[in-house]
């Protein structure tokens, strides 16, 4: 089992960046494939991007690609999620998730583990 707790988050104008930290805790992090997830008001929660367990592999939905930037460090049981040239469409809840079998964008059910949502305000 992990537990999954983000950081980071906030209010930024249009075309801002933020960097969003998901620490885990336990010894298996390594082995946990990982995503991040947005949720707007009103909307369905969907991914915006994935890693793979080693980092290898990365993946993002078509609207933040060139923009978000999913990264890990194994060593500190932390992913991250860099987000640059952000647009008020990209306002959302944010939440990382672990799977260990499941690696890609997927849906939510395909993960097993969340951190506990972090806000993301563009304001125009």
């Known amino acids: 089992q992990v537990q ?3 950081s980071g988050g906030g209010l930024v104008q249009a075309g ?5 930290s998901c620490a885990a805790s336990g010894r298996t992090f390594s082995r946990y494939n990982m995503g ?11 991914a915006v991007a ?3 367990w080693s ?3 990365t993946y993002y939905t078509d609207s933040v690609k060139g923009r978000f930037t999913i990264s890990r ?3 500190k049981n932390t ?14 809840v944010y939440y990382c998730a672990a ?9 939510q059910r395909d993960y097993d583990y969340w951190g506990q949502g972090t806000q993301v305000t563009v304001s125009s």
Do not use: C, H
């Open 79 to 92: 992913v991250y999620l860099q987000m640059n040239s952000l647009k008020p469409e990209d306002t959302a």
């Open 36 to 46: 991040w997830f947005r949720q707007a008001p009103g909307k369905e929660r969907e």
């Open 4 to 6: 999954l707790v983000q």
């Open 16 to 20: 801002g960046s933020l960097r969003l």
């Open 50 to 52: 994935a890693i793979t």
């Open 73 to 75: 460090d194994n060593a």
């Open 55 to 57: 980092g290898g592999n």
């Open 99 to 107: 799977s260990l079998l499941f690696y890609g964008l997927g849906s």
